[in-house]
């Protein structure tokens, strides 16, 4: 089965920039997705088909897709990014595959 | 402006059943793809099963195949899932979300999520 593997927590200073990995097995070959939950509400998307903010989405918050690792960048974080952070992919295997989640903590 | 809107949910003993629903409105309902993802307390999303735009096409985690089944009534913009020999490991928030394509394979993602409906299995 398909896996997807993130660090379970990061941590960033306010203004600076937070990197969020996501790694599975020639994950470059797949769209990654990327969702933001905060405490007590439902995900919503921030990132889709690895590089692309729908609308309403800061320009803050980009992604990259390479190789096993898929990256979720927050530049200039604010304390109102501090969320867990999901990675989302397909694989044939497993359907829908999501990582185990990342809290983003803004110090 | 698109919503969905969960119900059914509940407290169940080992072994019973459930009924949940979700309501669209905002969009075509037809023409997307549908599914549910489920989270248990405290833990991260899981992917349960989706639904291809016309029905035709149902796809299931292998933690929930045999028990689950997915369904939607496009004339009454509705999905529903059915939840039979419910475990304690069942218990969880469901949430029902819209997928950006037609079909329910392939490379998808989703838009928009409900707010979700909590089923606990307990005795």
């Known amino acids: 089965s398909y896996e997807l593997t993130q660090p379970p927590s990061v941590s960033v200073a306010p203004g600076q920039t937070a990197s969020i990995t996501c790694s599975g097995d020639?994950?470059?070959?797949?769209?990654v997705s990327w969702y933001q939950q905060k405490s007590g509400q439902s995900p919503v998307v921030i990132i889709h088909q690895d590089t692309k903010r729908p609308s309403g989405i800061p320009e803050r918050f980009s992604g990259s897709n390479s190789g096993n690792t898929a990256t979720l960048t927050i530049s200039g974080t604010q304390s109102m990014d501090e969320a867990d952070y999901y990675c989302q992919a397909w694989d044939s295997s497993t359907d829908v595959v999501f990582g185990g989640g990342t809290k983003l903590t803004v110090l | 402006e698109v919503q969905l809107l969960e119900s059914g949910g509940g407290l169940v003993q080992p072994g019973g059943s459930l009924r949940l629903s979700c309501a669209a409105s905002?969009?075509?309902?037809?023409?997307?793809?549908m599914s549910w993802v489920r989270q248990a307390p405290g833990k991260g999303l899981e992917w349960v099963s989706s639904?291809?735009?016309?029905?035709?096409?149902?796809y299931y985690a292998d933690s929930v195949k045999g028990r689950f089944t997915i369904s939607r009534d496009n004339s009454r913009n509705t999905l529903y899932l059915q939840l039979n020999s419910l475990r304690a490991e069942d218990t969880a928030l469901y949430y029902c979300a819209k997928v950006t394509t037609l079909d329910a394979y392939g490379d998808l993602d989703f838009d928009y999520w409900g707010q979700g409906a909590l089923v606990t299995v307990s005795s």
């Open positions: 020639k994950l470059g070959y797949k769209y």
């Open positions: 905002g969009f075509t309902f037809s023409t997307y793809a």
């Open positions: 639904i291809s735009g016309s029905g035709g096409n149902t």
